[in-house]
């Protein structure tokens, strides 16, 4: 029998990706290679790929290893190998700490991991990848890294500068996706905006690249994480609004709108030229949905300023918001320079009042698409409903559209459907 690797992907859908090349690379070396969920399920070797982002994650991820190690020593696993940012980050001190593991790796240490486990050397320019979501769904991830160093993140830190990937590597992989059955393309880069700046000519190329992704047949929709609001090049935006492919969608982290809180934040941006972004945004593209990210809590945050976030939210009624309290993170430039003085409390509740803002803008938006034809791709089947997504719906962070079971579809099918009701998140709908 093959020997079984399970592999436990934490954090963010760039992680994923990083995933699914190394279950790729140790498949071509022989090992029946999973991924996993469970720290404990039987296995030879058991690789974690960590996130090391925020307090929260890194918690995960440490615990993650806890578990792995307690199934160690009742031998329901082998080898403990750890990879992935948190032990990128920490890489001099996780050793001494967690001597349970058995080898720690960088974030793209990925051949070296093959290498370890198979005596063998493995390509580590593969671009080949076992897709691990929906067939008919992949993420791409067209750079790493991030050259805006802003006060309160820790992403250049662990993943260094920019580096984007050629546009013929990113078109060979999505048309390889093609190929095996993929027709919606989540897009991924830490900062979208800059894609290019890295490579000969240093120029802004996201629209070049997203124009000619969707000259691809087969390719029925491309959808765009994560930007970055300053120096955003709004020509994107007329590639979506000409191509039907790419969908009416920007993930774009905004994270305030105060300008001493902005300024603090070092986001090269203020209140001003971010509503006018928007305003231009929305006129581009009339039916854009926009996600964005807000924090509270960041140093220079009072009454006064967090008063001005919640206006800005009620006026601009971002269809997609998240929102998180901020954790002081080693190393960055707002822990050595700034004192976290605002009480855990207080964050919380400028949180919940936030966050309860936006469900009741989000139930006004989805309210407005009852009575609304509309094309959803299937993701999946329960025993009441099939459930699907608009084109305004990125994987497991947006809603879902519950289709009334009336006609047979199947994961994976596009669907024309009626929507019947909504509630604060979700959409129902019956199929046409």
Not at 230 to 251: G, I, K, W
Request: aromatic share 8%.
């Amino acid at each position: 029998m093959k020997p079984r690797v399970n592999i436990i992907s934490l954090g963010c859908f760039k992680n994923l990706v990083d995933t699914e090349r190394l279950l790729a690379m140790l498949a071509a070396k022989g090992f029946d290679a999973r991924i996993s969920e469970n720290p404990a399920e039987k296995s030879d070797a058991v690789i974690i790929n960590t996130c090391g982002f925020i307090g929260d994650a890194k918690e995960e991820s440490i615990n993650t290893i806890l578990a792995a190690a307690e199934a160690k020593k009742r031998r329901k696993t082998g080898k403990i190998m750890v990879f992935g940012c948190l032990s990128e980050r920490y890489a001099r001190e996780l050793p001494a700490e967690l001597p349970e593991v058995d080898s720690w790796h960088g974030k793209f240490d990925w051949h070296e991991i093959v290498r370890e486990l198979s005596g063998l050397e493995a390509d580590p320019a593969s671009p080949e990848r076992i897709i691990t979501t929906p067939p008919h769904q992949a993420y791409v991830k067209i750079a790493e890294g991030c050259d805006r160093f802003c006060a309160f993140c820790a992403i250049p830190i662990i993943t260094g500068r920019m580096h984007s990937r050629t546009p013929d590597d990113i078109e060979a992989e999505v048309r390889s996706l093609v190929g095996r059955g993929v027709k919606e393309f989540n897009i991924l880069a830490q900062d979208l905006t800059s894609y290019g700046r890295d490579l000969p000519g240093r120029k802004y190329m996201l629209a070049r690249l997203i124009d000619r992704l969707a000259d691809i047949e087969g390719v029925e929709w491309l959808r765009l994480h994560y930007a970055y609001p300053a120096d955003f090049q709004t020509d994107v935006l007329e590639v979506m609004a000409a191509r039907p492919n790419v969908c009416s969608y920007l993930d774009i982290a905004l994270q305030h709108i105060s300008d001493p809180v902005l300024a603090n934040m070092r986001r090269h941006i203020d209140g001003a030229r971010t509503r006018d972004l928007i305003a231009e945004m929305r006129r581009l593209v009339p039916e854009l949905h926009l996600r964005t990210t807000l924090m509270v809590g960041f140093p220079g945050e009072g009454d006064k300023e967090f008063d001005e976030l919640m206006d800005f939210v009620r006026e601009t009624r971002f269809e997609r918001m998240g929102a998180f309290a901020y954790c002081e993170e080693e190393d960055t430039y707002a822990a050595k320079n700034f004192r976290d003085a605002t009480p855990d409390e207080v964050k919380q509740a400028r949180l919940d009042a936030l966050m309860a803002v936006q469900e009741e803008i989000s139930a006004d938006i989805q309210a407005a698409k009852v009575g609304r034809e509309l094309r959803v791709i299937v993701d999946r089947e329960d025993p009441e409903f099939y459930i699907g997504r608009t084109e305004w719906d990125s994987p497991e962070v947006d809603p879902e559209v519950l289709i009334s079971k009336e006609k047979e579809l199947k994961p994976g099918d596009f669907a024309n459907v009626l929507i019947t009701d909504s509630t604060a998140f979700d959409l129902l709908a019956k199929p046409l």
